[in-house]
């Protein structure tokens, strides 16, 4: 069994940006020649997630436009008051997506289904670097 | 340290059907020999979710309802206009759910808690097979 | 590779209160004497979960309050009705967040952001014992 822990760096634009990083993640297993095992993607960071979608241009639309309802940006969250920030929402909101996702792969390919793609959703409200975790276990 | 991925198929109702796996877990976990690691669910598709829930006739009704209060599958999602679909909702609750979960056993048992079950949430609106990875990592 | 199961304890007081364990798990960690590999964080038990948030008392209190506004503690949720509890929010809510969290560590430490705290929140309506388990995979 082999583990082989990478780190990479996205450009997002925040505001609920979803950014699909499959690519990069078949990319990393591929060089790992890896062929059976198991890939952590982790992001470092209190205001980003990593989940699945599929990554269609109506889902991008939706995802953002519902998560305004739900966890809305303009409250006068506790958080922006004690720290003069403007980003409760943005730590809110990735608390519920979750920082960790694991995703199988066999026979040298991700288990992903058809329509699926590894995403960073970046809550935060500006543009930045955002870095993240690959890390794989496998044979 | 063994690796071991098992494929599995069950049957689903669609409309936040949620479905208890914990069974087919534990017998992949005893067929496996192993005693102590880990166990990967993962779900490949974009309109499910694996968590884990008191599996109970009340909060069957329960969490399909909130949802509909919370990412309402009637509302009109940019997804169903563009694509003819129906389903924006599953994809969005889908991503929120998240499609990993992954459960640490100890002497050959699955460290749960007592009414802890290991769910299957279709998300979708339409009965069908739905597949799961089960991954188990461990000695 | 070498596995590494420890269960421990902490007081909660319930109510989405929310507790940072990441001293906890840098504790197991450096004990372990393990220099690379992945931390599995799961919680037995179905009121509960994992995962990451920057621990500030704004957030700690924007977190319970936003959470009223989605999944209201005073709900006639069926699982009330049918168990004679008043905690069906509780598993509404543990199931929302999930229940298992996996955090890569390199050259020793925990890859987390500078801002970002490993949390358990305990959406019980009481206080308790809160068991969680920590589970070490590296070399």
Same mark, same amino acid.
């Given at each position: 069994m082999k583990l082989q822990t990478v780190k990479h760096t996205i450009d997002t634009r925040g505001n609920t940006h979803i950014v699909d990083i499959t690519p990069i993640v078949i990319g990393e297993l591929e060089k790992s020649k890896l062929v059976n095992g198991n890939i952590c993607i982790f992001i470092p960071g209190s205001t980003a997630s990593v989940t699945t979608i599929e990554y269609e241009p109506g889902l991008l639309k939706d995802l953002p436009e519902i998560l305004e309802s739900i966890i809305p940006s303009g409250k006068p969250y506790h958080h922006n008051k004690t !720290?003069?920030?403007?980003n409760g929402h943005s730590h809110i909101r990735a608390a519920f997506f979750g920082s960790s996702l694991n995703v199988p792969f066999q026979n040298g390919e991700l288990?992903?289904?058809? !329509?699926q793609q590894i995403v960073i959703i970046d809550f935060d409200e500006r543009s930045r670097k955002r870095n993240f975790v690959i890390q794989l276990i496998g044979e």
């Open positions: !720290w003069g920030d403007n288990m992903l289904g058809i !329509w």
